[in-house]
């Protein structure tokens, strides 16, 4: 590295990302930054890789010996097949974000488990014997369930659109974690849900930008429940789900720490270095600047 700027040579680490779409994708700005922060001779590329690819491509990158990949939607799931053996949590979740060298291929990672939970302690929130209602079945929803169960909430009332798909999703994460604690229901019936407060995680794209003025659940009543809500949405920073969380007097925060997290997660067993929380935080500002700075 001169003058700050990395400098390509015969040494320099590549790691990369798969997906379709990628273009818009921050991991760059995630992972130049910690190579930068960390002193690592190490560059980070989005590659644009189509369903059918998706072999071609995990073979293609130990061929060139990428150091490592981060998996992207559509390809989380397609993606196992290919690879020499699956960390446990990935292969209960069925889906894999990361691509670590073992032997003559890749073992499979799910940082974004581990990423939203680190997201989560960073804002003073432990799982451990919490009562969670999580919003979503699918996706970023279902890490979140396994995320809940294995790291001993006491309870989570899973709530989604179709109660055909909360009912599997729960079945498998109860049988998963060895104890009946996810509760599936309809969104339309938040109404069965106990008294009290919880941590909500909001996990449906209802709110993504560009449509900001919806939330997946409208009456304030449901608001008044919530003592900490998360929308896994990081666009808009502040989505009409994390309004109404405030205006009920609850705290509220979105998803851009889970996606700074996984990407630490990601790195750190790539270059087996730990990221400090003043390298994570200055990666963190410069992801908002990357993101916000128009809004």
């Known amino acids: 590295m001169v003058d700050g700027k990395t400098m390509i040579d ?77 960390e446990r949590e990935a292969a209960l979740i069925g889906a894999v974000n990361t691509l670590v060298p073992e032997g003559e291929g890749y073992r499979g990672y799910n940082t974004d488990l581990s990423g939203l939970g680190r ?23 279902r890490t979140a369930a396994f ?17 055909s798909r909360a009912q599997e999703l729960a079945e498998e994460v109860n049988r998963a974690a060895g104890r009946a604690c996810v509760k599936p229901l309809t969104l339309s019936d938040w109404k069965q849900i106990p008294e009290g407060r919880y941590l909500v995680l909001q996990g449906t794209m209802v709110g993504l930008a560009p449509d900001t003025e919806r939330a997946p659940i409208e009456d304030e009543g449901f608001y008044r429940l919530i003592h900490t809500g998360y929308d896994l949405i990081y666009r808009p920073a502040r989505t009409k789900f994390m309004r109404l969380v405030e205006e009920a007097g609850g705290r509220a925060f979105n998803g851009l720490k889970m996606l700074l997290y996984q990407g630490v997660e990601a790195y750190e067993l790539w270059t087996r270095t730990t990221v400090t929380k003043e390298q994570a935080a200055l990666c963190y500002e410069r992801m908002k600047k990357e993101l916000f700075e128009d809004e």
């Open 119 to 141: 997201a989560l302690e960073s804002d003073d929130v432990r799982l451990g014997g919490e009562r969670v209602i999580l919003l979503g079945a699918g996706g970023v929803a």
């Open 10 to 86: 015969g040494k320099t680490m590549v790691c990369g990302l798969i997906g379709d779409p990628v273009e818009h994708t921050l991991s760059p700005v995630i992972h130049n930054t910690l190579a930068r922060e960390t002193g690592k001779n190490l560059v980070y590329v989005p590659f644009h890789v189509k369903g059918e690819q998706v072999g071609d491509a995990v073979r293609g990158a130990h061929a060139l010996s990428i150091r490592g990949l981060n998996v992207t939607v559509p390809h989380k799931t397609a993606v196992i097949p290919y690879l020499n053996s699956v």
């Open 147 to 163: 995320l809940c169960a294995m790291r001993g909430a006491q309870e989570v009332w899973l709530l989604n659109r179709t109660l």
